[in-house]
């Protein structure tokens, strides 16, 4: 069993960055595959690195006010970004929240081989599960029901947004943990993963 929340966490993120992936299409404009992976940078052959030749960092261009753990070298990175990472879930609910992904996951993929991905076709498969659709009060208060289906969001494409064809999956296992998943024409998947801190069971939409 893990024994911190950062190996907790890891998994998730994984999970995170790999849905996020596939729901790229509904961004903006295409997705495209990954380049080379990014490391540490080839050595010269002859040349002496800054810090070998006695630079500072701040002279070698590396800001002063990096945050530990930014993706991209930023200050305040993570805070800014806290709403694009899953919540933790609790072990025994995790498991949960596998067990249903596995169990969306074959209706989706039937869905996909027949060309089917509407909301309507898809919400009509899932509730054949036994889910319930959930129920929203005015202010956001759940009333009851897991399963939401919803359609693509849109994406900014040659000077206009565009909504993608294609269905949304959020269910809601437990209060930390959830099933996100999608299917559209290129590809499908159900993950399982905690509720994302504004969007619930849905990862956050990228901006433009």
């Not at 998730?12 to 996020?20: C, E, G, I, S």
């Amino acid at each position: 069993m893990p024994t911190s929340t950062s190996a907790r966490l890891r998994p998730l993120t994984a999970a995170a960055l790999v849905l996020a992936a596939g729901l790229g299409l509904t961004a903006c404009g295409e997705q495209h595959a990954p380049g080379p992976a990014a490391g540490a940078a080839p050595s010269g052959s002859g040349g002496s690195s800054p810090s070998a030749a006695g630079a500072s960092p701040s002279a070698a261009g590396a800001s002063p006010y990096v945050e530990p753990g930014a993706g991209d070298g930023a200050p305040h990175y993570n805070e800014n970004n806290a709403h694009r990472r899953p919540g933790e879930m609790s072990p025994a609910h995790a498991r949960d929240a596998e067990r249903e992904a596995d169990r969306i996951r074959p209706v989706l993929k039937r869905l996909w081989e027949q060309g089917t991905w509407d909301p309507a076709s898809v919400r009509t498969a899932l509730l054949r599960l036994g889910y319930e659709e959930e129920r929203l009060a005015r202010d956001g208060t759940r009333l009851g029901g897991t399963l939401t289906v919803t359609g693509m969001r849109s994406r900014y494409e040659n000077g206009g947004y565009v909504t993608p064809e294609g269905a949304m999956v959020g269910l809601r296992v437990h209060d930390d943990a959830c099933v996100t998943a999608f299917v559209q024409k290129t590809n499908f998947e159900a993950l399982a993963n905690g509720p994302y801190l504004e969007t619930g069971c849905f990862p956050p939409p990228f901006a433009h």
